[in-house]
T-cell receptor, first 112, second 113 residues
Framework: LAKTTQPISMDSYEGQEVNITCSHNNIATNDYITWYQQFPSQGPRFIIQ???TKVTNEVASLFIPADRKSSTLSLPRVSLSDTAVYYC?????????????FGTGTRLKVLA | NAGVTQTPKFQVLKTGQSMTLQCAQDMNHEYMSWYRQDPGMGLRLIHYSVGAGITDQGEVPNGYNVSRSTTEDFPLRLLSAAPSQTSVYFCASSYGTGENTIYFGEGSWLTVV
């Protein structure tokens, strides 16, 4: 079953920029790539979404190359409150059907 | 707006019992889905629906049934609860595919003893 692939975990220090890359080889042609943040005991929360090139909002940037087989979430100047699990989500095709499949997520730990 | 509403929030079941987790959304979304999340793990897709009357299996459908009789509601039924189904269950909805945001419910904590 097609899935997204991300690093399992990352550590960073406060004030640093964090980049998390996701691979999604079987992404649907017209679908967007979306990143979510999840804190313990809560549902995932939307961070940013993009189709190609670069998207920026008040909390993050998203870089997507032309082939769209991967994407990189960039968190500028992280703080302790950014410690969470980050998921990329793509509408993936498998055997002709399309499903929103989460990868394992990246557990980001921000250190003081 | 209520968004995606799940009930119950907490439930304890005995092995072999059946129950239904309710999910409702008031955003007129076509796409709805159920995920389970085991402790320290990612979300796994159980079942999903692309519209009323249409459902399909996700990654881990065994032991669960769904139906979609209306656009608003997407209940998840546990047929005969097993300890392996102890998990947090999230319902999600979105307008469709493409450029859209998936909205998640607050989760239902289920323990099977």
């Amino acid at each position: 079953l097609a899935k997204t692939t991300q690093p399992i975990s990352m550590d960073s220090y406060e004030g640093q920029e964090v980049n998390i890359t996701c691979s999604h080889n079987n992404i649907a042609t017209n679908d967007y790539i979306t990143w979510y943040q999840q804190f313990p005991s809560q549902g995932p929360r939307f961070i940013i979404q993009g189709y190609k090139t670069k998207v920026t909002n008040e909390v993050a940037s998203l870089f997507i190359p032309a082939d769209r087989k991967s994407s990189t979430l960039s968190l500028p100047r992280v703080s302790l409150s950014d410690t969470a699990v980050y998921y990329c989500l793509a509408y993936l095709t498998t055997s002709g059907t399309y499903k929103y499949i989460f990868g394992t997520g990246t557990r980001l730990k921000v250190l003081a | 707006n209520a968004g995606v509403t799940q009930t119950p929030k907490f439930q304890v079941l005995k092995t072999g019992q059946s129950m239904t987790l309710q999910c409702a959304q008031d955003m007129n979304h076509e796409y709805m889905s159920w995920y389970r999340q085991d402790p320290g793990m990612g979300l796994r897709l159980i079942h999903y629906s692309v519209g009323a009357g249409i459902t399909d299996q996700g990654e881990v459908p065994n032991g669960y049934n769904v139906s979609r009789s209306t656009t608003e509601d997407f209940p998840l039924r546990l047929l005969s609860a097993a300890p392996s189904q102890t998990s947090v269950y999230f319902c999600a909805s979105s307008y469709g595919t493409g450029e859209n945001t998936i909205y998640f419910g607050e989760g239902s904590w289920l323990t099977v003893v």
